[in-house]
């Protein structure tokens, strides 16, 4: 009794429900698509990191990317099961709901036929007809008699149709089975591979922390090159906020001198600069047109902005790193990006004027203003712009150098948004 009252609310949440699936799957797809694409980037990396017979810290971080997307590749081969599972018992609701109506219509025929059969002597057709007491009598017989045989020809016809609909539906469970047997074999083969990827990572884990005092002294090398990085990054931007400010304060009307005219309220010309948002604070670093339209381009495209090399992967993460079961960590103030080569080209990320070209010993940095964000490429063995240019999205501005092992290229990217250091990840495209 309870199902019977449930049926027709279940049978409504399937018409709901199997609407999306077809949609749902293409993302899906589409989704583990993209995974692969850059597990096998990474592979290509991890491969050649590998040949060099020495456990790195890049090849772990190379090891936890790829776990992290072997992980993304298997929920999203969960999600499509649970999805064909929910066809496939949404379907069976609909067989059950065609047969309790094919049953229905079975057993009205039935008595259609029975009725018919019991009392065929007076409703023979002739006899019916011409027992009519006058001719309008006849017609409404002959009408009658023409649409009780529809009625009959409709009641074949529609358990016809029935009898179709769940041979159809019964193919199509046979069809969803079979799919879901097919993304189950690739689940097993996926979980299998993170089990030795997992494997791969305690043994690169163990090695390290035997040589835990070795790496010890790469990172307090690496944290004193990323103190004089950000050193340097400081005071670039500081020297052009101080410009800004200047310019700002040479523009200002002295004291004593007529305010100039609001050109909103009828007068002549200032060249005063109208905030596009009232709400956001000014700063220094808005003071012009360019700023502004900077500012408002690369605030538009976070989490669309092109990545600085292509075929490149986040080894170090913004933040704190650790690696695990050992002591080792790091504050990163940007991310790394790891290429399968050195003396890749490393490109701007978007429009903006280069403010800065250093040397910090073992490579090259450029800082790119783009209005009150800046970006700064670092460990470069060659810059190919200039101080004071203006760049384009896209546009090459140097060469990645070797990674910290010496095991392929890297650049180190840092974004600051005036003089607050952000993580750039969330920014480029994914």
């Given amino acids: 009794m309870v199902f019977r009252l449930l049926l027709p609310l279940l049978l409504l949440w399937a018409t709901v429900a199997t609407a999306q699936p077809v949609n749902e799957k293409a993302t899906l797809e589409a989704e583990r698509k993209e995974i692969q694409?850059?597990?096998?980037?990474?592979?290509?990396?991890?491969?050649?990191?590998?040949?060099?017979?020495?456990?790195?810290?890049?090849?772990?971080?190379?090891?936890?990317?790829?776990?992290?997307l072997?992980?993304?590749?298997?929920?999203?081969?969960?999600?499509?099961?649970?999805?064909?599972?929910?066809?496939?018992?949404?379907?069976?609701?609909?067989?059950?709901?065609?047969?309790?109506?094919l049953d229905t219509l079975r057993v009205q025929y039935a008595r259609s036929v029975v009725?018919?059969?019991?009392?065929?002597?007076?409703?023979?057709?002739?006899?019916?007809?011409?027992?009519?007491?006058?001719?309008n009598d006849a017609l409404k017989r002959m009408d009658y008699l023409r649409t009780y045989r529809a009625h009959r020809e409709?009641?074949?016809?529609?358990?016809?149709?029935?009898?179709?609909?769940?041979?159809?539906?019964?193919?199509?469970?046979?069809?969803?089975?079979?799919?879901?047997?097919?993304?189950?074999?690739?689940?097993?083969?996926?979980?299998?591979?993170?089990?030795?990827?997992?494997?791969?990572?305690?043994?690169?884990?163990n090695q390290l922390k035997s040589k835990e005092r070795e790496f010890q002294k790469q990172i307090a090398a690496k944290k004193k090159r990323d103190k004089e990085l950000l050193s340097s990054i400081n005071a670039i931007v500081k020297r052009e906020i101080e410009a800004a400010r200047a310019k700002a304060k040479a523009?200002?009307?002295?004291?004593?001198?007529?305010?100039?005219?609001?050109?909103?309220?009828?007068?002549?010309?200032?060249?005063?600069?109208?905030?596009?948002?009232?709400?956001?604070?000014?700063?220094?670093?808005?003071?012009?047109?360019?700023?502004?339209?900077?500012?408002?381009?690369?605030?538009?495209?976070?989490?669309?902005?092109?990545?600085?090399?292509?075929?490149?992967?986040?080894?170090?993460?913004?933040g704190p790193n650790k690696i695990e079961n050992t002591l080792l960590t790091f504050d990163n103030p940007g991310i790394s990006i790891s290429t399968p080569n050195s003396g890749m080209s490393v490109k701007?990320?978007?429009?903006?004027?280069?403010?800065?070209?250093?040397?910090?010993?073992?490579g090259m940095a450029v800082t790119i203003r783009h209005g009150k964000y800046f970006t700064t490429y670092s460990n470069l063995t060659s810059v190919s712009v200039s101080k004071g240019t203006a760049v384009k999205t896209g546009q090459s501005i140097g060469k990645t150098g070797r990674s910290e092992e010496g095991d392929g290229g890297q650049v180190d990217l840092i974004l600051m948004m005036e003089t607050k250091n952000i993580d750039p990840k969330p920014w480029l495209r994914r």
């Fill in 154 to 205: 409709k009641q074949v016809a529609n358990i016809e149709d029935h009898q179709r609909l769940i041979a159809a539906r019964q193919k199509e469970q046979l069809v969803r089975k079979e799919e879901k047997s097919q993304v189950m074999t690739v689940q097993a083969k996926k979980v299998d591979e993170l089990g030795q990827e997992r494997k791969q990572k305690d043994a690169v884990v």
């Fill in 70 to 101: 072997q992980e993304r590749y298997l929920n999203s081969i969960n999600r499509e099961i649970r999805n064909i599972e929910d066809n496939i018992y949404l379907s069976e609701l609909e067989i059950y709901r065609l047969n309790k109506q």
């Fill in 348 to 362: 701007a990320v978007f429009d903006g004027d280069v403010i800065g070209i250093f040397n910090l010993g073992d």
């Fill in 251 to 318: 523009a200002a009307p002295k004291t004593g001198d007529p305010k100039p005219a609001d050109k909103g309220a009828g007068g002549g010309g200032g060249s005063r600069r109208i905030d596009p948002n009232p709400t956001s604070k000014p700063t220094y670093l808005d003071l012009t047109a360019r700023d502004v339209e900077l500012n408002s381009g690369f605030q538009n495209n976070r989490g669309r902005l092109p990545w600085p090399v292509d075929n490149g992967v986040v080894t170090s993460n913004f």
């Fill in 115 to 135: 009725y018919a059969y019991r009392y065929r002597s007076n409703y023979d057709y002739i006899n019916f007809i011409f027992s009519a007491s006058n001719f």
């Fill in 37 to 68: 694409r850059e597990l096998n980037e990474i592979q290509q990396q991890y491969d050649q990191v590998k040949s060099q017979k020495k456990q790195t810290l890049s090849q772990l971080n190379l090891l936890n990317r790829k776990i992290q």
